[in-house]
């Protein structure tokens, strides 16, 4: 469901820019639609109990205090969504966001490999997984590549 928010944002960012809608008028605020879009389901799936008690549980055995992982992540989320609306900020946020993209992978994995065990399809979770993630990076990337521009 994040991909397809992130990729509505995206297609409303493109033909918003296309258009020259402000505040779209610079190409990087694109990529920034889709991220903040990303940000915001990550903040508001810790809001929905079921959604944060998944969250929760996709947290790999080995890392301390799930639960307090999961509010710092979506902190972390907020801050750089944030950040990434503030030109000063922007390339840091931008930084930020794609580490911690890479950081939470594993939880990624966890969740890919319970649900995959249950039905044999561990493999084709995982690809999804990844490459969403991977996308999510690039995206993280472009506003880097775009606004030094």
Same mark, same amino acid.
């Given at each position: 469901?994040?991909?397809?928010?992130? /990729?509505? /944002?995206?297609?409303?960012?493109?033909?918003?820019?296309?258009?020259?809608?402000?505040?779209?008028?610079?190409? *990087?605020?694109? !990529?920034? /639609?889709?991220?903040?879009?990303?940000?915001?389901?990550?903040?508001? $799936?810790?809001?929905? !109990?079921?959604?944060?008690?998944?969250?929760?549980?996709? *947290? !790999?055995?080995?890392? !301390?205090?799930?639960?307090?992982?999961?509010?710092?992540?979506?902190?972390?989320?907020?801050?750089?969504?944030?950040?990434?609306?503030?030109? $000063?900020?922007?390339?840091?946020?931008?930084?930020?966001?794609?580490?911690?993209?890479?950081?939470?992978?594993? /939880?990624?994995?966890?969740?890919?490999?319970?649900?995959?065990?249950?039905?044999?399809?561990?493999?084709?979770?995982?690809?999804?997984?990844?490459?969403?993630?991977? $996308?999510?990076?690039?995206?993280?990337?472009?506003?880097?590549?775009?606004?030094?521009?």
């Amino acid at each position: 469901m994040v991909f397809i928010v992130t /990729a509505i /944002a995206l297609l409303v960012g493109i033909i918003a820019h296309r258009f020259d809608i402000p505040p779209f008028l610079h190409p *990087v605020s694109v !990529p920034i /639609a889709g991220l903040v879009a990303m940000c915001a389901m990550g903040i508001l $799936a810790r809001l929905v !109990p079921t959604r944060r008690r998944a969250l929760v549980d996709m *947290v !790999p055995e080995w890392v !301390p205090k799930p639960t307090v992982v999961v509010w710092l992540t979506g902190l972390l989320e907020l801050a750089g969504g944030i950040g990434l609306l503030i030109e $000063a900020t922007r390339p840091w946020a931008a930084i930020c966001l794609g580490l911690l993209l890479v950081t939470v992978f594993p /939880a990624n994995v966890v969740d890919a490999r319970r649900a995959g065990d249950k039905d044999g399809t561990t493999g084709n979770r995982l690809l999804r997984r990844g490459s969403e993630q991977v $996308a999510f990076v690039l995206l993280c990337v472009s506003v880097l590549v775009i606004d030094h521009r």
